[in-house]
């Protein structure tokens, strides 16, 4: 007899006690237990057994909802921030995932901030999905008597910026809800347009929110949260243990294994959670760009309360690898170029992608000259952001180590030598220097908290995680079973970790790989045709309760993987395409398909 039958739960809140306990470590589940121990003693001590909604509501109130749709996390952080800092005001306030937030509630709702993320180019977070559709949809009741605000997170180095934000404050406004204020859209250097936003949304929360009767007590349900020593305003400088090469002589990709030292610094990560790396630019780029221009790198700029000479702003705090679109909208203006100011119309949206993905700033400022002082040139290139790489090991295995996989971005454009900011920061790195470092969770792409089975789709470095996860799994001996679909060019060249795979399958740790090498034969063959291949495979364990994860490219291998996976759950479900994105939209909310995707 198992403890499923044992269980006096009914059958259909068992897998919601697991997801509410999955990943939570011995002292909040302590802790959770001890709630839940509080709560059946109140009952019983009422005389009440009746469902929850039965009881006197805490939400008769004025209430502040706040809703979140998170990718990477920074959405989650500023949500929950606010929420907070709403509470410590003296507001009733709850701050809500996407995917966890009941759409019938919309009509009841009357005070609403949401905090959404677009990926990709124009993408909704996954947790959002289902809330976009039905918003977006014929279902989505009127909202007279809603207020409401959004903060939108992007960036602005795709042409779609903020694309989801923008669509969800128009689609408000349409339902008939009134806008508090202005939406706002932050780039990946949040905290310039998100505090603002912050302050006035909490201002705007206060005024709407005029409270006379004493606040009702509730316990909320979660552990205190602490700020960790080391974080993204404050890194720690971690020491290079090793940076090796893992990529074939023959390949045309310089992908290296990275082993850093966390000792002494007291943090902690799970497999799936990110690493940030905060980078500086090359002194080559930096002088090229101070040549272009004809400034003097030691001209003294300030901003703000910083201060810094014209070299290091550009070499420690300004973005010069990617194009974002304001920079080029300023620098259109300024050169007065009209073939630039063309571009920005949005029939050109195409061509300014493709120019964006292979233009560095450099190339703007040489191409179409134009004046720039020092001053204005700081203000208009957009902060240097951190770069986040899904952490390739599991701590239980490492101990007081992280490892990444990361592809030396390194290029030939028109003649010139081009590279990718942090990837030519880390690969140039040598044994014993620092890396300043942050640990960035990722509660959406964990391995499960039971023993089901486990699909790992990658391409190239989005390898990384599934790496940790075979870690982590064996560490624990779990029983359910792994599968890796790995793709890249070569097997000769590109096979990445081909020795520890080989091993996990030898040792039972991995129970099967297919692998997808696109051009070692006349026909690319991609992971989304090895997945086609095993279609039948692929349904049956998802069927039986196994989790599904992707990991890599957001706007070409994942997209292309998510419409096979379609196709595979029409083919063997029988049923229409419409009905099988239903269902894998459901696996989504679920957290049993889980996308790491950049």
Same mark, same amino acid.
């Given at each position: 007899m198992t403890a499923a039958t044992l269980s006096p739960l009914p059958e259909d809140k068992q897998p919601l006690v697991a997801r509410l306990i999955e990943g939570l470590e011995v002292p909040a589940l302590h802790w959770l237990s001890g709630y839940l121990a509080g709560v059946a003693a109140q009952r019983q001590a009422t005389g009440k057994n009746a469902p929850a909604e039965h009881a006197p509501a805490v939400d008769a109130q004025p209430r502040l909802t706040v809703l979140y749709g998170s990718q990477t996390g920074n959405a989650k952080r500023l949500a929950e921030d606010l929420g907070r800092r709403a509470s410590a005001a003296g507001l009733a306030a709850r701050v809500v995932r996407a995917d966890s937030y009941p759409t019938r509630e919309l009509k009841q709702e009357r005070l609403l901030y949401i905090v959404i993320s677009t990926q990709g180019d124009g993408e909704p977070p996954d947790d959002s999905r289902a809330l976009v559709?039905?918003?977006?949809? *014929?279902?989505?009741?009127?909202?007279?008597?809603?207020?409401?605000?959004?903060?939108?997170?992007?960036?602005?180095?795709?042409?779609?910026?903020?694309?989801?934000?923008?669509?969800?404050?128009?689609?408000?406004?349409? /339902?008939?809800?009134?806008?508090?204020?202005?939406?706002?859209?932050?780039?990946?250097?949040?905290?310039?347009?998100?505090?603002?936003?912050?302050?006035?949304?909490?201002?705007?929360?206060?005024?709407?929110?005029?409270?006379?009767?004493?606040?009702?007590?509730?316990?909320?349900?979660?552990?205190?949260?602490?700020?960790?020593?080391?974080?993204?305003?404050?890194?720690?400088?971690?020491?290079?243990? /090793?940076?090796?090469?893992?990529?074939?002589?023959?390949?045309?990709?310089?992908?290296?294994?990275?082993?850093?030292?966390?000792?002494?610094?007291?943090?902690?990560?799970?497999?799936?959670?990110?690493?940030?790396?905060?980078?500086?630019?090359?002194?080559?780029?930096?002088?090229?760009?101070?040549?272009?221009?004809? /400034?003097?790198?030691?001209?003294?700029?300030?901003?703000? +309360?910083?201060?810094?000479?014209?070299?290091?702003?550009?070499?420690?705090?300004?973005?010069?690898?990617?194009?974002?679109?304001?920079?080029?909208? *300023?620098?259109?203006?300024?050169?007065?170029?009209?073939?630039?100011?063309?571009?920005? /119309?949005?029939?050109?949206?195409?061509?300014? *992608?493709?120019?964006?993905?292979?233009?560095?700033?450099?190339?703007?400022?040489?191409?179409?000259?134009? +004046?720039?002082?020092?001053?204005?040139?700081?203000?208009?290139?957009?902060?240097?952001?951190?770069?986040?790489?899904?952490?390739?090991?599991?701590?239980?295995?490492?101990?007081?180590?992280?490892?990444?996989?990361?592809?030396?971005?390194?290029?030939?454009?028109?003649?010139?030598?081009?590279?990718?900011?942090a990837s030519r920061y880390l690969s140039q790195h040598v044994d014993g220097e620092s890396v300043p470092i942050f640990i960035e969770a990722n509660d959406r792409f964990r391995l499960p908290g039971d023993d089901r089975d486990i699909v790992m789709i990658g391409a190239g470095t989005g390898v990384a995680p599934f790496r940790a996860f075979v870690q982590e799994r064996a560490e624990r001996g779990a029983s359910g079973r792994n599968w890796l679909v790995f793709g890249n060019p070569h097997f000769h060249s590109d096979f990445l970790y081909q020795v520890e795979w080989q091993q996990a399958l030898k040792n039972g740790q991995l129970s099967r790989i297919d692998l997808a090498f696109s051009r070692d034969q006349a026909e690319k063959r991609y992971v989304q045709h090895r997945l086609l291949e095993q279609g039948r495979r692929l349904y049956d364990w998802l069927e039986n309760g196994a989790h599904l994860y992707v990991c890599g490219d957001a706007n070409r291998m994942a997209k292309d993987v998510h419409k096979v996976l379609i196709a595979i759950v029409a083919e063997h479900a029988g049923c229409a395409a419409e009905d099988a994105e239903a269902r894998l939209n459901q696996l989504i909310q679920q957290g049993r398909y889980a996308r790491d995707v950049y």
């Amino acid at each position: 007899m198992t403890a499923a039958t044992l269980s006096p739960l009914p059958e259909d809140k068992q897998p919601l006690v697991a997801r509410l306990i999955e990943g939570l470590e011995v002292p909040a589940l302590h802790w959770l237990s001890g709630y839940l121990a509080g709560v059946a003693a109140q009952r019983q001590a009422t005389g009440k057994n009746a469902p929850a909604e039965h009881a006197p509501a805490v939400d008769a109130q004025p209430r502040l909802t706040v809703l979140y749709g998170s990718q990477t996390g920074n959405a989650k952080r500023l949500a929950e921030d606010l929420g907070r800092r709403a509470s410590a005001a003296g507001l009733a306030a709850r701050v809500v995932r996407a995917d966890s937030y009941p759409t019938r509630e919309l009509k009841q709702e009357r005070l609403l901030y949401i905090v959404i993320s677009t990926q990709g180019d124009g993408e909704p977070p996954d947790d959002s999905r289902a809330l976009v559709e039905f918003l977006t949809g *014929a279902r989505a009741p009127k909202l007279d008597t809603l207020r409401y605000a959004v903060l939108g997170l992007g960036d602005s180095s795709y042409p779609n910026f903020c694309a989801i934000g923008r669509q969800l404050d128009e689609r408000f406004a349409a /339902l008939g809800a009134h806008r508090l204020f202005n939406a706002g859209e932050a780039d990946v250097d949040l905290e310039t347009v998100a505090h603002p936003w912050l302050e006035q949304a909490l201002q705007q929360a206060r005024e709407q929110l005029k409270i006379s009767a004493p606040l009702a007590t509730v316990t909320p349900l979660r552990t205190a949260r602490t700020t960790p020593t080391w974080h993204r305003e404050q890194p720690f400088a971690s020491p290079l243990l /090793l940076n090796q090469r893992i990529t074939g002589r023959g390949s045309d990709r310089d992908v290296r294994h990275l082993e850093l030292s966390l000792e002494g610094s007291g943090l902690r990560y799970a497999p799936g959670d990110a690493l940030g790396v905060w980078p500086t630019q090359s002194p080559v780029l930096v002088e090229a760009v101070l040549n272009t221009l004809r /400034l003097d790198g030691e001209t003294v700029v300030r901003v703000g +309360d910083d201060e810094h000479t014209l070299r290091t702003w550009l070499a420690e705090h300004r973005e010069l690898t990617q194009l974002t679109r304001p920079f080029f909208a *300023a620098h259109a203006e300024r050169s007065g170029d009209t073939r630039l100011q063309a571009l920005l /119309l949005p029939a050109a949206r195409d061509t300014l *992608a493709e120019l964006f993905s292979s233009w560095q700033v450099v190339d703007l400022l040489r191409r179409h000259p134009a +004046d720039w002082s020092a001053q204005t040139l700081i203000g208009a290139l957009r902060p240097l952001a951190p770069r986040l790489y899904s952490i390739a090991s599991s701590q239980s295995v490492v101990g007081d180590e992280v490892h990444l996989t990361v592809s030396h971005v390194d290029y030939t454009f028109e003649g010139e030598a081009r590279w990718g900011a942090a990837s030519r920061y880390l690969s140039q790195h040598v044994d014993g220097e620092s890396v300043p470092i942050f640990i960035e969770a990722n509660d959406r792409f964990r391995l499960p908290g039971d023993d089901r089975d486990i699909v790992m789709i990658g391409a190239g470095t989005g390898v990384a995680p599934f790496r940790a996860f075979v870690q982590e799994r064996a560490e624990r001996g779990a029983s359910g079973r792994n599968w890796l679909v790995f793709g890249n060019p070569h097997f000769h060249s590109d096979f990445l970790y081909q020795v520890e795979w080989q091993q996990a399958l030898k040792n039972g740790q991995l129970s099967r790989i297919d692998l997808a090498f696109s051009r070692d034969q006349a026909e690319k063959r991609y992971v989304q045709h090895r997945l086609l291949e095993q279609g039948r495979r692929l349904y049956d364990w998802l069927e039986n309760g196994a989790h599904l994860y992707v990991c890599g490219d957001a706007n070409r291998m994942a997209k292309d993987v998510h419409k096979v996976l379609i196709a595979i759950v029409a083919e063997h479900a029988g049923c229409a395409a419409e009905d099988a994105e239903a269902r894998l939209n459901q696996l989504i909310q679920q957290g049993r398909y889980a996308r790491d995707v950049y």
